[in-house]
């Protein structure tokens, strides 16, 4: 038991809303994701359908079943919940405090859920472990508009041939919405490049067919798609640099956060430390189009 376990009462769903609202009960759904096990679950819901209610009832539920759910009373801190922006989050914390109080009564020393955005979360992973893979814990992070100047400086002062007809300006805005997405997928400059080559040779070695506008020549669209991916090579050396000068510089971004804490979660001090601190964890409106973001949390 910690030092700040609140001691549970074991009431259902129902008993706990009533205490917070007597003329709001839970509908059938709600009454059982807040009185799920603590095996994995999915829930699916719209807006509008009473999500955050929802999340805010399942910590309370958390903390006063939790001799049974955990075999010892726990403190609400113990409670991790990650929602995708700030504003969410900081609705889900006061939603969660006001709950929290109806439940077990005022007490400004108790703590309250850890409730934070999937980027702040692995930022502070990365603050904190860091150093365990050379990471700077004290690495800025960039502003859009930092981002932009440094992909300015990288194309501006870029000496090598880019094979592409694209205008700077389209190639200072790509150069980092394009690394960002990368790291999102875990796809690496190189590979990037790789596979880019080797889809141009083989649409070059397609047999050319005759009546097209200029004889001998690629179709017009396959020649659009060529021209698309020799613009995706340029963009491969150009991210590699300005990754580069990032790590010089010993800043980051919000996607190198998630990257970064996605390899920390790899090793196994770092799992230990990060499940000794939650008993249970809560992700809203979860992001599975980021590879980065399936990998931190599956590897803790």
């Given at each position: 038991?910690?030092?700040?376990?609140?001691?549970?009462?074991?009431?259902?769903?129902?008993?706990?809303?009533?205490?917070?609202?007597?003329?709001?009960?839970?509908?059938?759904?709600?009454?059982?994701?807040?009185?799920?096990?603590?095996?994995?679950?999915?829930?699916?819901?719209?807006?509008?359908?009473?999500?955050?209610?929802?999340?805010?009832?399942?910590?309370?539920?958390?903390?006063?079943?939790?001799?049974?759910?955990?075999?010892?009373?726990?403190?609400?801190?113990?409670?991790?919940?990650?929602?995708?922006?700030?504003?969410?989050?900081?609705?889900?914390?006061?939603?969660?405090?006001?709950?929290?109080?109806?439940?077990?009564?005022?007490?400004?020393?108790?703590?309250?859920?850890?409730?934070?955005?999937?980027?702040?979360?692995?930022?502070?992973?990365?603050?904190?472990?860091?150093?365990?893979?050379?990471?700077?814990?004290?690495?800025?992070?960039?502003?859009?508009?930092?981002?932009?100047?440094?992909?300015?400086?990288?194309?501006?002062?870029?000496?090598?041939?880019?094979?592409?007809?694209?205008?700077?300006?389209?190639?200072?805005?790509?150069?980092?919405?394009?690394?960002?997405?990368?790291?999102?997928?875990?796809?690496?400059?190189?590979?990037?490049?790789?596979?880019?080559?080797?889809?141009?040779?083989?649409?070059?070695?397609?047999?050319?067919?005759?009546?097209?506008?200029?004889?001998?020549?690629?179709?017009?669209?396959?020649?659009?798609?060529?021209?698309?991916?020799?613009?995706?090579?340029?963009?491969?050396?150009?991210?590699?640099e300005y990754d580069?000068?990032?790590?010089?510089?010993?800043?980051?971004?919000?996607?190198?956060?998630?990257?970064?804490a996605g390899v920390?979660?790899?090793?196994?001090?770092?799992?230990?430390?990060?499940?000794?601190?939650y008993r249970a964890?809560?992700?809203?409106?979860?992001?599975?189009?980021?590879?980065?973001?399936?990998?931190?949390?599956?590897?803790?």
């Amino acid at each position: 038991m910690t030092a700040f376990a609140v001691a549970g009462h074991g009431r259902t769903p129902d008993e706990i809303a009533h205490l917070i609202d007597p003329a709001r009960p839970l509908t059938s759904e709600q009454a059982t994701i807040v009185g799920a096990d603590t095996a994995p679950m999915l829930v699916v819901a719209g807006a509008g359908s009473g999500k955050t209610e929802t999340l805010s009832l399942r910590m309370a539920y958390l903390v006063d079943n939790a001799a049974r759910l955990f075999g010892t009373d726990i403190s609400p801190d113990e409670i991790l919940c990650l929602t995708f922006t700030r504003k969410a989050a900081a609705e889900i914390a006061d939603r969660a405090a006001v709950r929290m109080d109806a439940v077990f009564g005022a007490d400004p020393g108790r703590p309250l859920p850890t409730v934070a955005t999937y980027n702040a979360f692995a930022g502070s992973l990365t603050s904190e472990h860091g150093l365990r893979m050379g990471v700077d814990p004290d690495s800025m992070v960039l502003t859009d508009a930092a981002l932009w100047q440094l992909a300015s400086s990288v194309v501006d002062s870029w000496t090598g041939d880019l094979r592409t007809d694209a205008a700077v300006s389209t190639l200072v805005a790509a150069v980092p919405r394009l690394a960002a997405q990368a790291r999102d997928h875990d796809v690496a400059a190189a590979a990037l490049r790789g596979w880019c080559l080797e889809t141009l040779a083989a649409i070059e070695s397609l047999p050319r067919r005759t009546g097209d506008d200029v004889p001998g020549t690629l179709p017009g669209d396959l020649r659009r798609y060529a021209g698309k991916l020799r613009s995706l090579v340029a963009l491969a050396d150009l991210i590699e640099e300005y990754d580069r000068r990032k790590r010089a510089g010993s800043t980051i971004d919000f996607s190198d956060q998630v990257q970064l804490a996605g390899v920390l979660a790899a090793l196994p001090v770092v799992q230990a430390i990060e499940r000794s601190r939650y008993r249970a964890v809560l992700l809203d409106e979860f992001q599975d189009s980021s590879m980065a973001q399936i990998d931190l949390f599956e590897r803790l």
